[in-house]
C-alpha cells in the first residue's frame, strides 16, 4: 500500500510498504481522509521528536497522521462484533497507552492520558492515518453516527481535543469564556462552548480569515490581534462589565497570551491551556492568590469520544464541514498541505488529505 512516512527534518517521502495485517482484537480500517496538525509541522522540523519518539522503541521511517476517519474492511479474532462491523465508517482515537494491571492510571478510561508511556498513532510508529490502511485495537474505533460524513469524521480528534478541555473547565449555560488562539482547535472549542450553553465568547487571533471563521461560528466578539490598537484585555473587561470572564483558553502559549488570561479571568475563574509551550512563561503567582485563580491543563482526551460522537448525533456541532479549507491527495501534502500551514496558515482552518 502506499503511505506517507517521515524521514527526518524535511524529509517525508510517499513510500510503498505492506499492508498491516488484523491480529486479534483488532480492526483493520480503509483510511478515507487524515487531517494535518499542528504537530505534524512541529514532526517535520523535528521539535518534537525527543517528547514523541523517546515513549517507544521505534525510529523513522515512522507512517504520519493521527487525525483520521476511514472504513472497516476486516475484523480480527475477539472484536466485539455487536459494536463494530465491517462497512462501518469510523474515526479513531489515536493514544496508545500501557494498559499494564500495574498502571493506575490506566485502570480508569477517563484517566488513560495521564499514563507515563502513552503514545500517538502517526508519530509514535505502528502506522498513521496518512496511509491506505491502518491496523487498531478495537478500543481505539469509534463508529461514526450515520449522518456524519468522513470528511468531518477526519475532525473528531482535534474535536475531541476542545471537548476533553471544555469538560475540563465545569463549564455550565451561560458560562462566559475568552479563547486564546483562533486556529484549529481555537474555533472547535468555540463550537463545543456553543454546545454547552455557554454565554459571550470572545475569540482572538491574528489571521483575519480565521478571526472570520470564528465569527461565522458564534463567536459575541472577535479580536483580530494583528491589527493596530486591538486590546483584547481592555475590550473583555468592557463586555463583561470588568468583571472578567468565568474561564480562559489559552491555544497559543505564549508571554503574551499568559499575561492577557490572567488579566481577563475573574475571580475564582479557571485558565486551561491547550498549548505546548516553546519558553517559559513568567506567571505572577500573587495576583493569581488574590483572584483565587485555578490554572488547569488539558491534554488530549480520554474516553471523550462516546458523549462527545453522540452530541454530534443530536447535530450539536452545526457546519464543521465549512472549517476545511483545502483538500489534497498523498502528493501534494509537502507542499500543498504541510507547507502551506508553515507560509498560508492564516488562510487555513484544516487541510485534508485523500490516500
Request: proline content about 5%; charged content about 20%; aromatic content about 6%.
Amino acid at each position: 500500500m502506499r503511505a506517507m512516512r517521515y524521514y527526518g527534518p524535511g524529509d517525508i517521502r510517499l513510500d510503498n510498504i505492506p499492508e498491516p495485517v488484523v491480529g486479534l482484537g483488532q480492526v483493520k480500517i480503509k483510511i478515507a481522509w487524515c487531517g494535518i496538525c499542528g504537530s505534524d509541522l512541529h514532526l517535520y522540523h523535528e521539535k518534537v521528536l525527543d517528547t514523541a519518539l523517546n515513549a517507544t522503541e521505534s525510529q523513522p521511517p515512522v507512517v504520519m497522521g493521527h487525525e483520521f476517519s476511514g472504513t472497516i474492511v476486516e475484523l480480527g479474532p475477539a472484536v466485539n462484533a455487536s459494536r463494530l462491523s465491517v462497512g462501518q465508517d469510523v474515526t479513531v482515537e489515536p493514544t496508545i497507552t500501557c494498559m499494564q494491571p500495574t498502571c493506575l492510571d490506566c485502570s480508569s478510561p477517563k484517566t488513560r492520558n495521564w499514563c507515563s508511556q502513552i503514545k500517538f498513532i502517526g508519530v509514535s510508529g505502528g502506522g498513521g492515518g496518512l496511509s491506505e490502511y491502518i491496523v487498531v485495537d478495537q478500543m481505539l474505533v469509534h463508529p461514526l453516527p450515520p449522518a456524519v460524513s468522513l470528511e468531518v469524521g477526519a475532525m473528531m480528534e482535534p474535536l475531541a481535543v476542545a471537548w476533553h478541555a471544555v469538560k475540563k473547565a465545569n463549564v455550565s449555560a451561560g458560562c462566559s469564556a475568552l479563547i486564546l488562539g483562533a486556529g484549529p482547535v481555537g474555533i472547535l472549542l468555540l463550537k463545543v462552548l456553543r454546545a454547552f450553553g455557554a454565554g459571550w465568547v470572545g475569540v482572538s487571533g491574528r489571521s483575519a480569515k480565521r478571526c472570520a471563521f470564528a465569527q461565522e461560528h458564534g463567536a459575541s466578539a472577535v479580536f483580530d490581534v494583528a491589527s493596530i490598537g486591538v486590546d483584547v484585555l481592555s475590550e473583555t473587561l468592557l463586555a463583561t462589565h470588568q468583571r472578567g470572564v468565568d474561564v480562559v483558553f489559552d491555544c497559543a502559549g505564549s508571554q503574551a497570551t499568559m499575561d492577557t488570561a490572567i488579566g481577563a479571568i475573574r475571580r475564582g475563574g479557571i485558565i486551561v491551556n491547550l498549548a505546548l509551550w516553546s519558553t517559559k512563561p513568567t506567571i505572577d503567582m500573587n495576583i493569581l492568590l488574590i483572584k483565587e485563580v485555578v490554572i488547569a491543563n488539558s491534554m488530549c482526551y480520554a474516553d471523550d469520544h462516546p458523549e462527545m460522537l453522540e452530541a454530534l448525533a443530536q447535530g450539536r456541532f452545526p457546519d464543521l464541514q465549512t472549517l476545511i479549507t483545502r483538500r489534497i491527495d498523498f502528493e501534494d501534502l509537502v507542499e500543498l498541505g504541510i507547507m502551506a500551514l508553515v507560509h498560508e496558515k492564516h488562510d487555513h482552518v484544516k487541510i485534508l488529505v485523500h490516500p
